[in-house]
């Protein structure tokens, strides 16, 4: 369902968050009323706002060109991935209280063995990486907004992301031209680099 969701996007604009914030309210409320367990809580079945939709499409930043859906990555493909400039879109299982501990700047997701449900995920991005001798941690952005970590980030390591992720995807855009020279569209993987090296995000 997942995938046919979002390849359903290829081609269509997007807007930054900002004109249309993320509730997991409204969010709800637009699911077929057999998929939401407590359906009265939010609501279900109900039509996208027309009034933000039409914000977004005021404010367009690019278009959905590609969407690469990965086979459980290991910890290396992800870093090749995000030195290369990209975000992986992420989709995990994950506990009752999902918050982060340390420090500000430092604040970090604890490895966890039990989920609230295992036929759940919770989608969010890993965005960048910081490799240690006892193995990678991940920058992951969550999708509940700023208030959460260090302005809507923390880290979690590597075998948290192994255990709990049920989904991996790349995405692909391209921003929209903003003056009247439109330049073509770039190629995928059309960038490359010598040796073993990776290209500058």
Same mark, same amino acid.
């Given at each position: 369902?997942?995938?046919?969701?979002?390849?359903?996007?290829?081609?269509?604009?997007?807007?930054?968050?900002?004109?249309?914030?993320?509730?997991?309210?409204?969010?709800?409320?637009?699911?077929?009323?057999?998929?939401?367990?407590?359906?009265?809580?939010?609501?279900?079945? +109900? $039509?996208? *706002? @027309?009034?933000?939709?039409?914000?977004?499409? /005021?404010?367009?930043?690019?278009? &959905? %060109?590609?969407?690469?859906?990965?086979? +459980? $990555?290991? *910890? @290396?493909?992800?870093?090749?991935?995000?030195? /290369?400039?990209?975000?992986?879109? &992420? %989709?995990?299982?994950?506990?009752?209280?999902?918050?982060?501990?340390?420090?500000?700047?430092?604040?970090?997701?604890?490895?966890?063995?039990?989920?609230?449900?295992?036929?759940?995920?919770?989608?969010?991005?890993?965005?960048?990486?910081?490799?240690?001798?006892?193995?990678?941690?991940?920058?992951?952005?969550?999708?509940?907004?700023?208030?959460?970590?260090?302005?809507?980030?923390?880290?979690?390591?590597?075998?948290?992301?192994?255990?709990?992720?049920?989904?991996?995807?790349?995405?692909?855009?391209?921003?929209?031209?903003?003056?009247?020279?439109?330049?073509?569209?770039?190629?995928?993987?059309?960038?490359?680099?010598?040796?073993?090296?990776?290209?500058?995000?």
């Amino acid at each position: 369902a997942e995938q046919n969701a979002i390849d359903a996007n290829v081609g269509k604009p997007f807007c930054a968050e900002t004109e249309w914030p993320f509730t997991v309210a409204e969010a709800t409320s637009w699911l077929p009323c057999d998929e939401v367990q407590n359906p009265k809580k939010y609501g279900c079945g +109900q $039509p996208i *706002a @027309a009034a933000h939709a039409q914000k977004a499409d /005021a404010h367009v930043l690019g278009h &959905v %060109t590609h969407v690469s859906f990965l086979k +459980q $990555p290991d *910890a @290396a493909s992800l870093r090749t991935i995000l030195a /290369a400039g990209q975000d992986v879109i &992420v %989709t995990m299982s994950i506990p009752d209280s999902f918050a982060p501990k340390g420090r500000a700047g430092a604040r970090y997701i604890p490895h966890y063995t039990a989920v609230q449900h295992d036929d759940v995920g919770h989608a969010m991005v890993l965005a960048g990486y910081a490799a240690f001798a006892h193995g990678t941690y991940f920058l992951l952005h969550n999708s509940g907004g700023t208030g959460w970590g260090d302005g809507g980030y923390a880290w979690i390591h590597e075998a948290t992301v192994a255990k709990w992720t049920r989904e991996y995807l790349v995405m692909d855009a391209e921003p929209v031209a903003t003056d009247a020279k439109k330049q073509p569209l770039r190629a995928r993987g059309e960038t490359t680099c010598a040796g073993d090296t990776e290209p500058d995000s």
